[in-house]
C-alpha cells in the first residue's frame, strides 16, 4: 500500500491545527490554597544597655525587688497585622530575657495559577513491521495522535491517551 494524498493531507491538517490552537491564550486556572503553616525563629539573647534609672516616688520595697529578680516570668504575646500574625514566646529571669522565640503565621491565601495550554509532540512508533512517524497534540489531560506506518502494512494510526497521574 502506498502513501495516498489524503493521508499526508489528514497529516497536514492536524498539524495546521495543532499550531494554530498553540498560538491562542492560554486558559488560566486559578486554585486557592490556604498555606498557614508557622516559621519559628529562635534568639539566643538579646542585650539592652540602660545608664538612666527612674525610681517610684514611693518608698521602695526591697524585699520585693529581690523576690522579683529571683523571679521567672514567662512572656507570652500575640499580635496579628493585616493577615499575619506574630507569635512572641520567653522568659525573664534575674533581668535577662532568655528562651526569646517568635513563630510568624501567613493567614493570607496564596494562589497558585496554573495555565492549561496546547502544546504538539512529534514521536515515531518503531516495532516488528511498523515504523510510524506520529503527530500528538496535547490539551490538559488529553492527547490525541495520528501517525503513518512507513513499512509493513502502510495505513494510518490513530491514538488518544489520557493523562492518569502527575507528578
Known sequence: MQVKWYHILIVAAFLLLGWHLGHKNPKVVVETIYDHSVDTLYVDSIIYDTDTLILPPSPIDTNAVINDYYRKRTVDTTITVNE????????????????????????????????????????????????????????????LGVGY??????????SYKYKIWEN
Request: no cysteine; glycine share 8%.
Open 149 to 158: 506506518n512507513l513499512i509493513g502494512d502502510n495505513q494510518l494510526i490513530f
Open 84 to 143: 499575619v500574625k506574630i507569635k512572641f514566646t520567653g522568659s525573664l529571669y534575674e533581668n535577662n530575657l532568655s528562651n526569646l522565640q517568635f513563630a510568624v503565621q501567613n493567614l493570607k491565601p496564596t494562589q497558585v495559577v496554573n495555565e492549561m495550554k496546547w502544546s504538539l509532540w512529534g514521536g515515531a512508533s518503531v516495532g516488528n513491521q511498523i515504523f510510524a512517524p506520529s503527530a500528538d497534540l496535547q490539551y490538559a489531560n488529553h492527547e
